[in-house]
């Protein structure tokens, strides 16, 4: 059981919209720590897609859009693209583990 | 190109030993932080064990603790880690990553391509 929850899964059409939240708790994300988005396309390494909260490292399409609201932080897709299509994880730290900590991680599928 | 090439994984008996490096190109290794973050087959990330720029700190996730070392030699621009008395659960690719620290976190970029682990009699 992952310390950060996130949705096992998650679809939308092309061109859509899609959300993927992630839900932490008052060691975590609630204490004031910020939240961390990584992507996983399929047989690679993961590669950082936001990080503070809601900042894009270069390269990474403004499409990608990360917030963070109390216990919780969202990661949203705006006009989805079959290349979106991978696994997306959450991370943050956990003071009452004194550890890093990620989500369960969440599959997107394009249809 | 900043560039992050870790070895050193293979197949391993449990209660075995197993050392896996990783070398560092493109950027100013020592003024980096490190981790390792493991990735158990068809599983989620979990982070193993950071280490600071200079090497005077080290931090390990509790289920490594004891048991696994992290260490650099920044004059190589090389990152390890000794993994001793290695279990199944432990079986897992490894991932070398940079770690930026900001608000009491660290996030994790650039990321190795991994090297596998497997813990099996």
């Known amino acids: 059981q992952s310390v950060l929850t996130q949705p096992p899964s998650v679809s939308g059409a092309p061109g859509q919209r899609v959300t993927i939240s992630c839900t932490g708790s008052?060691?975590?994300?609630?204490?004031?720590?910020?939240v961390h988005w990584y992507q996983q396309l399929p047989g690679t390494a993961p590669k950082l897609l936001i990080y503070g909260n809601s900042n894009r490292p270069s390269g990474v399409p403004d499409r990608f859009s990360g917030s963070k609201s109390g216990t919780s932080a969202s990661l949203a897709i705006t006009g989805l693209q079959a290349e979106d299509e991978a696994d997306y994880y959450c991370?943050?730290?956990?003071?009452?583990?004194?550890?890093?900590?990620f989500g369960g991680g969440t599959k997107l599928t394009v249809l | 190109e900043v560039q992050l090439l870790e070895s050193g994984g293979g197949l391993v008996q449990p209660g075995g030993s197993l050392r896996l490096s990783c070398a560092a190109s493109g950027f100013t290794f020592s003024s980096y932080a490190m981790s390792w973050v493991r990735q158990a087959p068809g599983k989620g990330l979990e982070w193993v064990s950071a280490i600071s720029g200079s090497g005077g700190s080290t931090y390990y996730a509790d289920s490594v603790k004891g048991r696994f070392t992290i260490s650099r030699d920044n004059s190589k621009n090389t990152l390890y880690l000794q993994m001793n008395s290695l279990r199944a659960e432990d079986t897992a690719v490894y991932y070398c990553?940079?770690?930026?620290?900001?608000?009491?976190?660290?996030?994790?970029?650039?990321w190795g391509q991994g090297t596998l682990v497997t813990v099996s009699s």
């Open positions: 991370q943050s730290y956990d003071s009452s583990l004194s550890e890093e900590v």
């Open positions: 008052s060691s975590n994300i609630g204490a004031g720590y910020d």
């Open positions: 990553v940079g770690a930026i620290a900001a608000a009491g976190t660290n996030w994790f970029d650039p």
